[in-house]
């Protein structure tokens, strides 16, 4: 249903030489522009508003009107933006990557998890198999120039070093531009600390920015592969910004009543939770504080909550416990001290809230009692199909006060709603490479229809059903 605000959805990019606007463009085309449910789905690049850069741009469309509504509802409009963060880690180099790499290599195999196991196990294969090769040929042994005929070493020496040297450069620029991002925002060493903190600094001021025009009805944060790790550390961080809101008078205001009920209900279900109950309550939530801070005054944007939706798309976030923590243990206990935000969220004296006098206010770790968490990845296999990258988060982000096993990689009960889809692309072997296919269109879908990951991509958006 239109609504006289629009509805804002942020797009933070993954890893490799993006350039501005680039990912967001084929997003909007696959989401908006090829959904044939929709008459009028136009859209025009303009000037972003909110954005610090003049390489920043946003695309925003028309309302579009519903095919199958009797009475010709329209959609409301929506602005699409793209977070752009790739310019943060510009002069990456090995010396980034190569510490990182080593602290993977050095883990105990138990420590890894089974989907990443047959690509470690590979890796190391590969290792030995160079030095047993290099070994046979004597590479480690001083040419004797004194002996008649060329040895295999020699032969090596002229012939092919040189191209080993040329390819294994291309490969080291290559794996350097795409794993240097990932290594230089989750390891949290003294050279990387500036570029982390400039990332997430950018993204929380983005949302501040659309927020405080007043314009919106509501934010979707949608981050894909390392950009999901950013979506959550930016959500999370704005939410420690906002989580106490404020009145027309800049002053706390306390839950309601209203509000209070709804949380009750949650917390009374997270401990086995009925998925589609629990995130109908989350939205309600949502849109009750809305009306909180409406009804105190608070309609510019500036002290409001907007965000409703954080959607992952093939997330190494699943990975979380081993890409960013040397202890399993660790992560738990960040996520029982709440720098880590779980869906459900841990609880204060049996509440997602803290209690001051009479007045009770959401905690800094409770984002996921009103933001609702899509899921979407590619099951990976042997190592090439799928997405290896991805997996299911429900497991990495579910309340230690919950789960019986703190440890193990099965998938408990949780309001996370983790979507599997094939994402398989035509003219390609089913399956094969899927980690960059979520949104990605083909001609043949114009005449075959959109499949199936982009009708959920679609659904976990929710632009038109709101």
């Not at 980034?96 to 196990?121: E, N, Q, T």
């Amino acid at each position: 249903m239109a609504t006289t605000k629009k509805q804002a959805v942020v797009l933070v990019h993954g890893i490799g030489e993006q350039r501005p606007m680039e990912t967001v463009r084929e997003f909007v085309k696959s989401v908006w522009v090829k959904d044939t449910n929709l008459d009028n789905t136009r859209f025009w690049n303009k000037p972003s508003e909110v954005s610090g850069s003049f390489e920043h741009r946003r695309l925003t469309t028309d309302y579009a009107t519903i095919k199958n509504s009797s009475s010709k509802e329209t959609t409301s409009r929506v602005d699409f933006y793209e977070y752009y963060w790739a310019h943060h880690t510009v002069g990456t180099t090995l010396e980034h990557l190569r510490g990182w790499v080593f602290s993977m290599l050095r883990r105990k195999p138990s420590d890894y998890p089974s989907a990443l196991k047959p690509m470690i196990y590979l890796l190391w294969g590969l290792i030995f198999t160079i030095l047993a090769i290099l070994i046979s040929i004597n590479f480690f042994e001083p040419t004797d120039s004194g002996k008649g005929g060329v040895s295999l070493h020699k032969i090596y020496e002229l012939y092919i070093s040189p191209v080993l040297l040329v390819l294994l450069s291309i490969a080291v620029a290559k794996i350097v531009s795409y794993l240097g991002d990932v290594a230089r925002y989750i390891t949290a060493t003294p050279s990387n600390i500036k570029v982390r903190k400039e990332i997430r600094d950018g993204g929380v001021k983005l949302l501040e920015s659309i927020a405080q025009t007043g314009k919106y009805d509501r934010i979707v944060l949608v981050g894909h592969s390392l950009g999901s790790i950013i979506a959550y550390d930016v959500l999370i961080q704005y939410w420690a910004r906002k989580n106490k809101f404020k009145n027309a008078a800049g002053e706390s205001l306390p839950l309601s009543e209203d509000a209070l009920k709804l949380i009750h209900a949650m917390e009374s279900m997270d401990h086995l939770p009925n998925v589609d109950e629990y995130r109908k309550l989350q939205l309600k939530l949502f849109e009750q504080l809305k009306r909180d801070g409406e009804a105190h005054g608070e309609n510019s944007g500036m002290s409001q909550w907007l965000v409703s939706d954080l959607v992952t798309l093939g997330s190494p976030l699943t990975y979380a416990d081993f890409l960013l923590f040397d202890n399993k243990m660790d992560f738990v206990d960040r996520k029982l001290d709440r720098e880590y935000p779980t869906s459900p969220p841990v609880k204060e004296n049996e509440h997602y809230y803290y209690q001051t006098g009479d007045d009770k206010f959401l905690h800094h770790g409770a984002v996921f009692s009103l933001v609702r968490w899509t899921n979407i990845y590619s099951k990976p296999f042997n190592i090439f199909f799928g997405d290896l990258i991805s997996g299911p988060v429900s497991r990495a982000f579910a309340n230690p006060q919950i789960s019986k096993d703190l440890v193990s990689e099965e998938q408990p009960d949780s309001p996370i709603l983790d979507i599997d889809v094939e994402a398989a692309y035509p003219n390609r072997y089913p399956r094969l490479f899927t980690h960059t296919n979520y949104w990605r269109w083909h001609d043949s879908f114009d005449r075959e229809g959109a499949p199936e990951h982009i009708l959920k991509l679609r659904e976990s958006l929710g632009l038109v059903q709101w």
